[in-house]
């Protein structure tokens, strides 16, 4: 009964978003990859905003029923069977009635199951489609019968382009640039860090302040102008793709880059993706603690590898702090998953000084780990993210770099609040802290 309820709400929202679209006519970007959607969503935000009337889909909601929900402005009702009648009611009202609605519609468009984005894609005709990045393991691939059936799926929001659309592509990724194939006579904007793309990156390094990481900073090339970005709080080239790729959507409509870099100086990334936060004995969190996959992890691992835990260069000899990386399980990965955890494992031994684990898959990051001669009692597991942040906080300490990172189910954002030192600001600072989350 539940599911049938709720089949019946997505229908008739999904009704409601079709015919808004249809009296309103917005301009859509749709955004989609296996990495980086959300990232990428918000950096565009960002960018049109300064120059138009724009709205995004709120934190992630890319799924049947979120989509029309970013359409109609509504919030997810959740198991709120009131709630949801009354965003009903909502939904008719802006069909309706005169609203002042936005001129563009950034759309965040994720597939966990075969057939998600191909039914979208039947009634959602987008302006822009942006692809961010498709892995040799994506996430969800459990449902998937593998990577070509996930890019496929991702294929038909590129096929779904309107005429005189534009296509903005991750020129460092193979898979994602050869969807350019699906976009026949539209626009493409390639962005990446090799040349030859539309929108070139080069010289990332990492910023540091009072000997502590505080950011990054990197150029941007496109048609003979060049400018210097500086991200504060975020580390990891998993921010500077969504910086370029929004650049991209805003050069295809005519913005100056100079403009933009202006508006990216007002960006707040989103929480649990990368962000710097201050933990307790003054100590730096990488907060990574919103999902978790090989290729996000493997990025976020060699984040931290690269970062000095004293914020000097590395020919001055001084105390360090330790590098401790908390993994937790990587989800939905299949057959996959056995290898893919022991690959980080190998990776962690390279990277960090202590290892600590979340989940009966990370046991195979232990493992791994382990293999690749790093000592067990360096190594420490649990099965849960409470027990995991309690050893934690027993062992940080002045100096130290903590990357936190794991699946959505595993709740690795309940270790960092754990040694956060403003653990009053949680709300603030972490991802998963709504009612409906704190319930679970």
């Known amino acids: 009964m539940k599911n049938i309820l709720k089949q019946i709400i997505i229908y008739v929202l999904t009704l409601e978003a079709r015919l808004v679209l249809r009296k309103y006519k917005p301009k859509i970007i749709a955004v989609t990859g296996n990495i980086g959607k959300t990232s990428s969503k918000d950096v565009i935000y960002t960018v049109l905003s300064s120059s138009f009337f724009v709205r995004k889909s709120e934190r992630s909601f890319n799924s049947e029923i979120g989509i029309p929900l970013t359409i109609l402005g509504l919030p997810n009702a959740w198991s709120d069977v009131f709630s949801w009648s009354r965003n009903i009611i909502s939904g008719l009202k802006i069909i309706i009635l005169k609203n002042h609605y936005p001129k563009w519609l950034i759309i965040e468009i994720g597939a966990d199951r075969p057939g998600d984005i191909e039914s979208i894609s039947e009634w959602l005709k987008p302006d822009v489609v942006v692809i961010t990045h498709l892995p040799d393991v994506p996430v969800h691939v459990e449902f998937f019968s593998g990577v070509k059936e996930v890019v496929k799926e991702k294929s038909y929001l590129v096929k779904s382009l309107k005429d005189g659309g534009v296509f903005v592509v991750n020129g460092d990724d193979k898979r994602a640039f050869e969807m350019k194939t699906f976009a026949k006579d539209k626009k493409v904007f390639t962005y990446g860090f090799a040349e030859g793309s539309s929108i070139v990156a080069s010289n990332e390094s990492i910023t540091y302040e009072n000997n502590k990481p505080t950011g990054i900073t990197f150029r941007v090339d496109h048609s003979g102008s060049s400018i210097p970005v500086e991200l504060k709080g975020v580390v990891g080239k998993q921010h500077v793709y969504p910086v370029l790729s929004a650049l ?89 998953s056995f290898d893919e955890h022991i690959k980080i494992g190998k990776l962690v031994a390279q990277t960090a000084d202590i290892l600590i684990t979340v989940g009966i898959r990370s046991k195979y990051i232990a493992q791994g780990a382990n293999e690749e001669k790093m000592k067990k009692k360096d190594i420490f597991q649990f099965n849960d993210s409470t027990q995991a942040g309690d050893k934690l906080a027993d062992i940080i300490a002045e100096n130290d770099i903590v990357l936190v990172k794991g699946s959505q189910s595993i709740r690795t954002e309940k270790i960092v609040e754990k040694v956060i030192a403003q653990p009053e600001r949680k709300y603030k600072l972490l991802v998963r802290q709504g009612e409906e989350w704190q319930r679970r």
């Open 248 to 336: 991209a959507v805003g050069i295809s409509q005519g913005l100056n880059i100079v403009t933009m870099k202006k508006a990216l100086l007002e960006h707040k990334s989103a929480l649990g993706r990368m962000r710097l936060i201050e933990g307790i004995n003054n100590s730096t969190i990488i907060d990574d603690s919103y999902n978790a996959s090989p290729t996000a992890v493997t990025e976020a691992l060699n984040t931290l590898k690269n970062i000095n835990t004293d914020g000097r260069p590395s020919y001055v000899k001084a105390p360090v702090g330790k590098k401790i990386a908390v993994l937790g399980d990587m989800m939905e990965l299949g057959e996959h």
